[in-house]
Each structure stands twice: as structure tokens, then as C-alpha cells.
């Protein structure tokens, strides 16, 4: 299974996630760091890319490509069964707008293993691939059709003057933010944080949404306790770690 989070910047996306990571039994990979989590561990380059000698040149230089690490994930699936791989960020690993680049063509042999890593553990648990990004569109076609969970996430914060007694609740997707209080000029603060998710059985479903005004979700909710999540990860940028292989 292939689970898309959306979401813009402040939505809570990435904390929604982290906070399911916490209530799974079966193991986590993923480019988030989480802390007091132990069946959480951190994907490494090595782990998702293999250097293979192509060819020697003539003055006996090595020339290698690189190749998608299918062995590491093979023995890891005879090791724990079925697992979950998270992704966050995913838009700077396989990106739309360089769909020949090696590194797509790794994360998608990587996508590709879902069957492996989906099979149905004694816990009763499937295995999945969660995609968390704000970039919906820079998301290769390929991951949107294969979906067939996607999670639209909208922030909902409320902001309290420091001084009186003013509030407002504002959502990530609005522009004006009020950083000072309109009655007395003081500084406001962040004080409630509430996470509003719709889930779609299909990429089709999530633009019927979006497009059309059709209620083709099939879940609709809030996350009340989404503050305790936000100490607990911090993601580990792409761009970083695969910085050599762009
Ligand atoms: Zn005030």
C-alpha cells in the first residue's frame, strides 16, 4: 500500500505521521529521526543506493553507476517480515521534473518492493510506504497512481495575546498571520494546535476534491493531541544525504 500525505507548509503533515508511527508494532524506516521510538530506524544513503562498477577505461580507471540496493531490502523482509518506509520530503527524492535522473529511477525499483514489504505480519499489520510531501505537484505520476490511501492535512493554531485576552483560530493555508494582537499591540503566542485530515481511497478521489468540490473522501477528522508529537522527530533533508548523486 502507498499512502500519500499532503499538505502545506504548517499543516501538521509530517507530525500526523510521526504520531501514527508511534502506534504501529511492526518496524519503521524512515528519513525522519525520531526520538524514544525504538522500532523507528533512519534510512541511510547506502541503504537505498548501490555503487556498481560499469565499465574500466582504457588507462584502468574504474567507472561506476549506481544501482538500487535490492539486497539490502530483500534480507530485511526475510529478517522482520512486513515493515513500513516513510518518506518525508519525498518530492526532493523523486521529482517530476527530472524523470530521468538515477535517483528516480532508484526510488521507484525501491516503490516497486511494496509487495514485499506489504505482506501481512502475525501482528496482523500490513506493511506500507507513507510519502509526505507539500509538493503534490512535483510528485511523480507514477507514486499518485499507485496510491490508494492520500491524506489532504490542514494546521489549525490558535493564536492568544500575551497581554489581554484576544484569540484567534487561524489555518496554515491563510495569509495573514496575527504575530501582534489587534487590541493592544502586544505579542502573540501559539497556544492550541488542532490537525484536520481527509483521506482519499485514490489520487482520482483526492483532485475530484480539489477540482470538482466533490465529497469523495471517505474519512474526515481532527487530531486533538497533535502538540505532544512536535519535540519528537526532526526530518533528515534529501537533499543532504543524496547530495552526491544528483
Ligand atoms: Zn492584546
Known sequence: MISLIFGNLGSGKTASVVR????????????????????????????????????VKKDGTPVNTIEFNEAFWKEKVQQLGSMHIVLDEFHLMMDARRPTAKINKIVADFLAMGRRIGQVNTEGEQGSFTLITQLERRVDIISKELATNVQWTIGHKRRACTKCDFSVWQTNEEPKQFFICPRCD??????????????????????AFFHQGVRSYYFHGFIHDIASYFNRYDTRQWEDMLHNYY
Open 20 to 55: 501514527a508511527m508511534t502506534k504501529t508494532r511492526i518496524p519503521v524506516f524512515s528519513n525522519i529521526r525520531c526520538s524514544g521510538m525504538d522500532h523507528v530506524h533512519v534510512i541511510e544513503p547506502d541503504m537505498l543506493i548501490k555503487e556498481k562498477l560499469l565499465k
Open 186 to 207: 502586544a505579542n502573540t503566542k501559539e497556544v492550541d494546535w488542532v490537525v484536520e485530515i481527509f483521506l482519499f481511497q485514490s489520487y482520482q478521489a483526492y483532485m
